[in-house]
């Protein structure tokens, strides 16, 4: 790791109850958390729609204070409304999309540089932006870890007798809510 440049690494995020406006995660990274207070999302997000300093706006105002270089990517994670409306505030601005869901991708730039983590998203996505820069990033998760101890779901373990061939989800749904 002799030689190599760390790039800064500042996160925006929507702050949850109980957590700071700000972390230092170490010396190349920090989370910058947006609040938003209950009287304001009713009254502009909710109300009147007429949102005066919207969550777009807000994470360039934190971004003002970065060391932003050439090298500095705005990366949106799975949401097409933030993408277009950073992308409309900041036209410039280098942008990647992170998408983990398959929305039309409306208003996205034709070439826009999107991660996703399955072929099947890439796909989704070519569909639609042929010229689009498309890499898949997997999750990584172990599907073992997760599916070793893991045990059928028996008929029985929903109260649901074996003769009986079919049942419905919403049927199925209430017994577990039980």
């Known amino acids: 790791m002799h030689g190599e440049q760390k790039l800064p690494n500042r996160i925006a995020c929507i702050k949850n109850e109980g957590y700071s406006d700000f972390l230092k995660v170490n010396d190349h990274c920090s989370v910058h958390r947006i ?11 909710k109300w009147t729609r007429l949102d ?3 969550y777009s706006q807000r994470i360039l105002n934190i971004a ?9 990517v705005i ?3 799975n949401s097409i409304k933030l993408y277009r ?3 409309k505030r900041a036209p410039k601005a280098k942008m990647v999309m992170h998408m983990h869901n398959a929305f039309e991708p409306d208003g996205l730039d034709q070439n826009v540089k999107t991660i996703v983590p399955s072929v099947f998203l890439k796909k989704h996505y070519q569909a639609y932006l042929p010229d689009a820069d498309i890499a898949i990033v997997p999750n990584g998760i172990d599907l073992e ?6 045990v059928p779901l028996q008929k029985s373990d929903l109260g649901i007798t074996p003769e009986k061939k079919r049942f419905s989800l919403q049927a199925v749904y209430h017994r577990i809510r039980e």
Do not use: C, E, M, W
């Open 75 to 77: 990366i949106v994670h």
């Open 85 to 87: 409306q950073i992308r």
């Open 145 to 150: 870890a997760y599916q070793k101890n893991a």
């Open 35 to 45: 609040g938003f207070s209950r009287l304001y999302k009713r009254l502009f997000q």
């Open 52 to 54: 005066p300093l919207p």
């Open 64 to 72: 003002k204070d970065f060391n932003v270089t050439d090298d500095s």
